[in-house]
């Protein structure tokens, strides 16, 4: 049971981190050098980042793994699991936006992710609600 509830919280960290790589990468100039080389280009600054913050993504990546991980060994449905990881998206942007980025948040944002969580408890207990109708 414990694991259950353990897959979402995971996603939601590795949502988070890409909620923070995004905010950070995006406001990174477009000029620099690396190894020597000069650049000015934004283009090439995303190429350059994904190499300077490797390890972000291999953390990212590890929790996305455990993740999905925990999901098949509780879950055993891919929809119930992917529902969950992209669930985690908004509720993690709303997360990093109320204790980093500290933008406004409105209604609309508030039922939007509203949505998101009532349909991901609908595909977590699908089997359970089918089963309710059934009868």
């Known amino acids: 049971m414990l694991e259950k509830l353990l897959m979402p919280v995971v996603f939601l960290a590795a949502q988070f981190l890409v909620s923070w790589y995004g905010w ?3 406001k990174l100039p477009a000029s620099g050098s690396f190894l020597g080389f000069s650049y000015d280009s934004m283009l090439v600054r995303s190429v350059v980042t994904q190499i300077e913050f490797l390890w972000v993504l291999i953390i990212i990546n590890a929790l996305f793994s455990y993740g999905f991980h925990l999901g098949f060994a509780n879950y055993k449905n891919f929809i119930v699991i ?3 990881w992209i669930a985690s998206g908004p ?3 709303l997360a990093f936006n109320m204790i980093v980025a500290h933008e406004r948040i409105d209604w609309p944002i508030i039922a939007g992710l509203a949505f998101i969580v009532i349909g991901a408890v609908l595909v977590i207990a699908h089997a359970d609600i089918r089963a309710l109708l059934v009868r």
Request: proline share 0%; hydrophobic share 80%; glycine share 12%.
């Open 24 to 26: 950070f990468t995006g």
């Open 82 to 84: 992917a529902a969950l």
């Open 91 to 93: 509720v993690a942007a």
